[in-house]
């Protein structure tokens, strides 16, 4: 029932299908596909309740649930067919408790999209192409390609022209709202100097969004002079390494990486990003034998930003990027051969302090409403207890 999906294809079905599905169901289907290509979702089969979809139904999102336009509620019927304008789509299936049906069955793709323009949001900057044949047969030339910031020059090869835009420079706008922040900048081509114009100017408006659980990437052209929307989808890029000291100098890559039953473990979270007005806050994490299941048998750590064991302790981090903590190798391990860890770590605008990063303990978990954040899952392990032989295995 729901998840992520990164297959360029596939099935969607609802629960038991072609048996009856449970009521009370709500799935939720993230089909993220490559950058730079749609999916086309076609429905093959559907029978559920049908007075007006208001009680059992599928949602079709052009996007993430929570901030995309809705492409299609169905129930009954035809059996249509959905193109994403960006790699990712949303699919809900919802039932409530009355009738039970068998449900639905869809098929997923992934077409290639238009490749004149490309759009990357990466950690460090945007990373937009142009094809040069696209430009000449629109009548344009590479020179004529220009940042909003003159300075800021694109590389040229012999099929592209290629511009680097970083997050905090080159006259990128960084905008904040309730929900987002927004990182936009203007790409011109302009076809001459001369009083007399035979074409019109073209602006290709950039714009990478930090949503709620997405980066979401905007590419579109202004004054109606070339049609050209780009729309991506990506990940915020952290990780997690552990440490074998409080100085933080020497990472430990040893897997499993091998502890005593007392040891002190120390570990460093870091947000990949050139924006400096970003802060990571840990605010979870929790220990499992399992490394696909972290609810079943679980050792909580620190809990909705609450230290859970007596031993984790929080240092203080040379920069926002950075989130330092230790804890001592728990009684937990004793009892299973390997340990993974979860840690679910959030990210803030830098000095909101209503945001959840600034929130700190909190007895229960509570949705934020005034700021962007972004949460993160990053699991790492396993650890091992050392016996004897094993000793010797994180030398380094």
């Given amino acids: ?20 599905y449970p009521n ?7 089909i993220q596909v490559e950058n730079n290509f749609r999916v086309m979702l076609t429905f093959r089969d559907i029978a559920m309740q049908s007075s007006r979809c208001q009680y059992d139904y599928i949602e079709v999102y052009d996007g993430p649930l929570h901030s995309s336009s809705l492409l299609g509620r169905l129930c009954s019927g035809s059996f249509p067919t959905y ?17 039970t049906f068998r449900g639905f069955q869809a098929h997923y793709s992934s077409i290639p999209a238009d490749d004149n323009t490309t759009l990357l949001c990466l950690p460090d900057y945007m990373h937009a192409v142009i094809k040069r044949d ?40 960084r905008e904040e709202n309730n929900d987002t922040i927004n990182y936009s900048n203007v790409i011109k081509v302009t076809s001459s100097g001369s009083i007399i114009k035979r074409k019109k100017n ?24 070339v049609d050209v ?11 997690m390494t552990f440490y074998d000291s409080p100085s933080f100098l020497r990472p430990v890559r040893d897997s499993p990486f091998y502890i005593d039953l007392n040891q002190n473990l120390y570990l460093q979270a870091y947000l990949h990003s050139s924006d400096p007005n970003l802060i990571l806050f840990v605010d979870t994490c929790v220990a499992s034998p399992d490394p696909h299941d972290f609810t079943t048998l679980v050792y909580e750590l620190k809990k909705n930003g609450c230290a859970r064991d007596s031993s984790y302790f929080t240092y203080e981090s040379p920069h926002s990027h950075f989130s330092r903590f230790k804890f001592n190798a ?26 959840r990063c600034y929130q700190g303990c909190m007895s229960r978990s509570k949705r934020d409403t005034s700021s962007a954040e972004e949460k993160v899952n990053v699991v790492v392990g396993p650890l091992q207890l050392r016996e004897g032989g094993a000793q010797s295995r994180n030398t380094g």
């Fill in 229 to 239: 929307n780009e729309n991506q989808f990506g990940r915020y890029d952290v990780n």
């Fill in 134 to 173: 696209y430009l000449q047969s629109q009548g344009y030339s590479a020179q004529m390609v220009t940042l909003n910031d003159n300075l800021c020059k694109p590389t040229v090869t012999s099929r592209e022209v290629i511009f680097n835009i970083p997050y905090d420079g080159c006259g990128t706008i």
């Fill in 330 to 355: 728990f009684e937990f391990i004793s009892r299973h051969p390997l340990v993974y860890l979860q840690c679910e770590l959030v990210v803030c605008k830098l000095g909101d302090y209503s945001s």
């Fill in 24 to 30: 009370n169901a709500d799935c939720v289907w993230e």
């Fill in 83 to 99: 193109t994403s304008s960006s790699n990712m789509m949303t699919v809900r299936f919802h039932s409530d408790s009355r009738y």
């Fill in 202 to 225: 073209v602006h290709l408006h950039i714009s990478c969004k930090m949503l709620e659980k997405t980066w979401m990437k905007i590419m579109y052209a202004a004054e109606d002079t």
């Fill in 1 to 20: 029932c729901g998840g992520s999906i990164s297959n360029s294809s596939g099935v969607l079905q609802s629960p038991s299908y072609p048996g009856s």
